[in-house]
């Protein structure tokens, strides 16, 4: 309590009230660094020191996967273009969805550093058994490429990626 008043040296000048703006940024980024995204972002809003303070690459290093560079180069840029932005520029581009493979496939990373990968049904095959009777595909507004589709039982073959699905499963 009473951190707004000014205090009076014994001269009689009067001095400003210390504030968290007033700590030093390294001070302020290295404590930032323990934190998680979400928490660092909203601290970033408190005043300009912790906003500066959490732009510091060296916060947001640990948080990206190691891959990051070939990840970024890949998906939000062409070769050579991620150098010019930081750590926290990256992260954030990371986390946002990009689709590839003529729309069928997205990909981005979960807050936690986790890569996920979203396919549509014209991203996938059935290997085996590319039959309708196994395969059903309804249109959906609530799916993000607007179509859910039913896998009754096969094998789902994406590249690198193999997916066993038990009998009436849906994806």
Known sequence: MGSGFSTSNTDGSTTRPVGLGDLPE????????YLDPSDICNLARVNRAFHR????DFIWEPK???????????????EGNSECLGKKDIYAGLCSPVRFSSGTKEVWMEKGGGICML???????ITGIDD??????VPSMQ???HFSSILYRGVINTPNIWINLPISQTC
């Not at 390294?26 to 660094?33: E, P, S, T, W």
């Not at 309708?132 to 595909?137: E, I, T």
């Open 119 to 125: 396919a549509s049904w014209k991203g996938m095959k």
């Open 132 to 137: 309708r009777r196994y395969w059903s595909h």
């Open 26 to 33: 390294n001070c302020l980024a290295m404590v930032l660094g």
């Open 53 to 56: 303070a959490s732009s510091a």
């Open 64 to 78: 990206l996967p190691d891959n990051y560079r070939i990840l970024s180069e890949k998906l939000m840029f062409s």
């Open 143 to 145: 799916s993000r490429f």
